[in-house]
T-cell receptor, first 111, second 112 residues
Framework: GESVGLHLPTLSVQEGDNSIINCAYS??????FIWYKQESGKGPQFIID?????DKRQGQRVTVLLNKTVKHLSLQIAATQPGDSAVYFC??????????FGAGTRLFVKA | DTAVSQTPKYLVTQMGNDKSIKCEQN?????MYWYKQDSKKFLKIMFS???????INETVPNRFSPKSPDKAHLNLHINSLELGDSAVYFC???????????FGQGTRLTVV
């Protein structure tokens, strides 16, 4: 069935270190992937996306990697800051007006 | 200006009551959604609307009735509220069927 899942529900990193959040998806037909950040009391906020014809995309301090062979997605955050503390969701889209979200990973940044 | 706004932010009500949550987006998007987020932060789509028409209903009980009077609005009415309806409900919008979603701040519904 469709599912997007995360390997680590909680990740704790030291301020200044790099963070890597992983995600596995099972729908081979998914062709668009998005990472969202959700801070406490707020709605999810777009971070970065990638289409299936790419395997890497970089933003400001963030990089998304896509490995279609093993259906794996990751979000890398460089020089993690306290403001990065949040719950991170990967999501997949196959078109059809439906986005499927993964379970979420909570990122704690220690000062 | 808030891109996607929903009201109220908090809603506490008794079992059996009927309540509505309103959502408006000023992004000019043609697609709007309702999501439900449970206590474990799991986020699941409930409904998708495109150009005011229902596209997706993810096996949501009939007690939930969305209404889209125009492309900028998608309201959610819930009848006969149950304890299990307690959750945070998010409205979102996107451009087309593959655009990234823009979320509202959420409505925390507590049924007592």
């Amino acid at each position: 069935g469709e599912s997007v899942g995360l390997h680590l529900p909680t990740l704790s990193v030291q301020e200044g270190d790099n963070s890597i959040i992983n995600c596995a998806y099972s729908n081979s037909a998914s062709d668009y992937f998005i990472w969202y950040k959700q801070e406490s009391g707020k709605g999810p906020q777009f971070i970065i996306d990638i289409r299936s014809n790419m395997d890497k995309r970089q933003g400001q301090r963030v990089t998304v990697l896509l490995n279609k062979t093993v259906k794996h997605l990751s979000l890398q955050i460089a020089a993690t800051q306290p403001g990065d503390s949040a719950v991170y969701f990967c999501a997949e889209n196959t078109g059809g007006f439906k986005t499927i979200f993964g379970a979420g990973t909570r990122l704690f940044v220690k000062a | 200006d808030t891109a996607v706004s929903q009201t109220p932010k908090y809603l506490v009500t008794q079992m059996g009551n009927d309540k509505s949550i309103k959502c408006e987006q000023n992004l000019g998007h043609d697609t709007m959604y309702w999501y439900k987020q449970d206590s474990k932060k799991f986020l699941k789509i409930m409904f998708s609307y495109n150009n005011k028409e229902l596209i997706i209903n993810e096996t949501v009980p009939n007690r939930f009735s969305p209404k889209s009077p125009d492309k900028a609005h998608l309201n959610l009415h819930i009848n006969s509220l149950e304890l299990g309806d307690s959750a945070v409900y998010f409205c979102a919008s996107s451009q087309g069927q593959r655009g990234r979603d823009f979320f509202g701040q959420g409505t925390r519904l507590t049924v007592v």
